[in-house]
């Protein structure tokens, strides 16, 4: 069996000069290579390149105007701010967030959702929703209202914003409100 190649690959010396490539690899050991059944390759672990880009950070923050409204009196209004502490989402894993701004001692406001990322480094948001709870409390558990939002793709170095409206639809309140704004950054 003997092989020919058509046109020779760049060279400087003994090593490879071609992107991609790591320039210690010797001519015979490339030469092998190609010659491998292509079956073969796939059986090939990635380079460290393809590693390094299943890791990002992902930063960014919420914002929540939230209305509790009142019978007897003025609605309270209160509007909340949150800096994201900075996420690191590797492959083969999820991290689902989890973050909440409470107003007027009856009302908490919950925005959930699951970073993953994939082998290019772009972060995908999914399961987002955000959930409204009214009650006695702030710690209550009666959820009155739930928005889910589309997905969110960031590529590295790109950001995204989502603005989320939900109200109390469970028991025909609709002044007990919120609306959040979700912005993240690969």
């Known amino acids: 069996m003997s092989f020919s190649l058509v046109?020779?690959?760049?060279?400087?010396?003994?090593?490879?000069?071609?992107?991609?490539?790591?320039?210690?690899l010797e001519w015979?050991?490339?030469?092998?290579?190609?010659?491998?059944?292509?079956?073969?390759?796939?059986?090939?672990?990635?380079?460290?390149?393809?590693?390094q880009a299943a890791q990002r950070t992902v930063t960014g923050n919420i914002s929540?105007?939230?209305?509790?409204y009142e019978n007897f009196g003025p609605n309270t209004i209160c509007n909340r701010g949150?800096?994201?502490?900075?996420?690191?989402v590797t492959s083969g894993t999820d991290k689902r967030i989890r973050a909440w701004a409470k107003c007027g001692g009856e009302i908490r406001v919950e925005v959930h959702y699951r970073l993953s990322i994939?082998?290019?480094?772009?972060?995908?948001?999914?399961?987002?929703k955000v959930e409204l709870y009214e009650g006695t409390s702030e710690d209550t558990t009666?959820?009155?209202?739930?928005?889910?939002?589309?997905?969110?793709?960031?590529?590295?170095?790109?950001?995204?914003?989502?603005?989320?409206?939900v109200q109390n639809w469970a028991e025909g309140q609709p002044d007990d409100k919120a609306d959040v704004t979700l912005t993240l950054r690969n």
């Open 118 to 128: 994939d082998p290019n480094g772009v972060i995908r948001v999914t399961e987002g």
């Open 82 to 88: 949150l800096t994201l502490n900075p996420s690191t």
């Open 142 to 165: 009666d959820l009155d209202g739930t928005s889910a939002f589309a997905n969110m793709i960031l590529f590295p170095g790109a950001s995204g914003t989502r603005s989320i409206h």
């Open 28 to 51: 015979p050991v490339l030469w092998r290579a190609l010659v491998i059944p292509a079956a073969a390759a796939i059986a090939v672990p990635a380079l460290a390149t393809n590693a």
């Open 64 to 68: 929540w105007r939230i209305m509790d």
């Open 7 to 24: 046109q020779p690959l760049p060279m400087e010396g003994n090593a490879m000069n071609v992107k991609g490539v790591r320039k210690t």
